[in-house]
DNA sequence: ACGCCAAATGCAACTTAGTTGCAATAGAAA
DNA sequence: TTTCTATTGCAACTAAGTTGCATTTGGCGT
């Protein structure tokens, strides 16, 4: 993604463009894995941000729906930019999350509406409004 | 479930049987969500358990496949007895969790490994060994 | 270009869930 | 009953994230 590209996002979701925003928003929009705030404050470690105001810069793209977050297994969260700002990633209401058992590392990829589907409706009473898949196994580069 | 099955249980497992154990594993079959380790403190706060000690028998528990856990949203665990030990509740491999928007509840439920299927070969290169689907929406009781 | 002000930032202190080390205790096998 | 290992309880600790507050700054109106 060009350089000139990112304020632009920040812009549309009318958020004020700053320098740990645009850090941020690149940081996620280079890596093709969602990532933890360690993840991220270790790559813009050189720019000494305050640990408070990534959280916070984290939680407003997640608000205004420039990202999304995943809960890992370890009490953490993860963060993944979503479809309309990276072509690569998936959209919000129906997609899979991919773990790789041996890295770690978190993958997320749209999924078609079909394979949900038959999910949803094996209960009865229950409304689901919502699909989340989580995949555990190894992933192309660790095989 | 008779009393004098939860000790049975423990033995199979070849946990030594304790106040403890006995309580825990009594609560979790009684309950119809998963619960966490806060549920389970509160409801048996009459018997004054250190809270080390409840962590380590969920954990004992779990290792031993007695009961698995899930992550809640808010970077905590949940706990739910297996299938073998509660006919109403799913078996590890392949199980849905339904959480309620409304009541945060989550329930756990057994789902044929043909909804799984056509998701686990969606994605060229990902091994997949393990599928979990989450469900977000508004249970019986909510609606 | 300038000033204003709400929004954003940085720092310190705090919260919450869960973990570790260690000494004391208690199941259960012999 | 004795013994031995697993289990328990307590205190101190860790890691991730949050809150309060004073300071700074982006971007709008003039």
């Known amino acids: 993604m060009k350089s000139e590209a990112i304020p632009a996002i920040l812009k549309k979701y009318k958020l004020k463009v700053t320098p740990v925003r645009i850090a941020v928003l690149r940081v996620l929009i280079d890596s093709d894995t969602a990532m933890s705030h360690a993840d991220i ?3 813009l470690s050189d720019q000494h941000f305050d640990k408070v105001t990534l959280y916070r810069t984290l939680s407003h793209f997640t608000e205004k729906g420039i ?6 297994e370890d009490r953490s969260w993860l963060y993944a930019v979503l479809a309309e700002n990276n072509a690569d990633i998936a959209t919000d209401k129906t997609h899979a999350h991919f773990i790789c058992d041996d890295c770690d590392k978190i993958f997320c990829f749209p999924i078609d509406e079909g394979s949900g589907q038959s999910v949803k409706s094996m209960k009865k009473g229950f409304l689901v409004k919502e699909l989340e898949i989580r995949l555990h196994g190894v992933c192309p580069s660790c095989q």
Chains 1, 2 share one sequence.
Do not use: M, S
């Open 41 to 43: 404050a270790q790559l």
């Open 67 to 72: 990202v999304h977050k995943v809960a890992t």
